[in-house]
Nanobody, 128 residues
Framework: QVQLVESGGGLVQYGGSLRLSCGAS????????MGWFRQAPGKEREFVSA????????HYGDSMKGRFTISRDNAKNTVYLQMNSLKPEDTAVYYC?????????????????????WGQGTQVTVSS
């Protein structure tokens, strides 16, 4: 089992920044591809970003490229999501997740079905 706890969400103005954190406990953190997803009210869950085991490879959803940065610190069992230039359409509950993937594949990292463990989410609200 892997337990994931997100933090860092909140209310921010248009154009502002937030840094989300996701702390993991349980099994070896570095054995998992880590991902961020989000879900807005009335919408389907959306892929945000994924990062490989050592952090050397990353993948982003199209609307996040150039604005969001994913990173991880395996010594701290933590994955981060730095979000800049936030827009009202970024408003959602953000979830981190862990996937026991074999081999890096951006497509696989973007598929929520491949993730074995999920956090409870943190709310991000961007006001206009």
């Amino acid at each position: 089992q892997v337990q994931l706890v997100e933090s860092g969400g909140g209310l921010v103005q248009y154009g502002g920044s937030l840094r989300l954190s996701c702390g993991a406990s349980g099994r070896t953190f570095s054995n998992y591809v880590m991902g961020w997803f989000r879900q807005a009210p009335g919408k389907e869950r959306e892929f945000v970003s994924a990062i490989s085991w050592s952090g050397g490879r990353t993948h982003y959803g199209d609307s996040m490229k150039g604005r969001f940065t994913i990173s991880r610190d395996n010594a701290k069992n933590t994955v981060y999501l730095q979000m800049n230039s936030l827009k009202p359409e970024d408003t959602a509950v953000y979830y981190c997740a862990a996937a026991a993937l074999i081999g890096w594949n951006p497509g696989a990292g973007a598929n929520a079905r491949n993730y074995n463990y999920w956090g409870q989410g943190t709310q991000v609200t961007v006001s206009s």
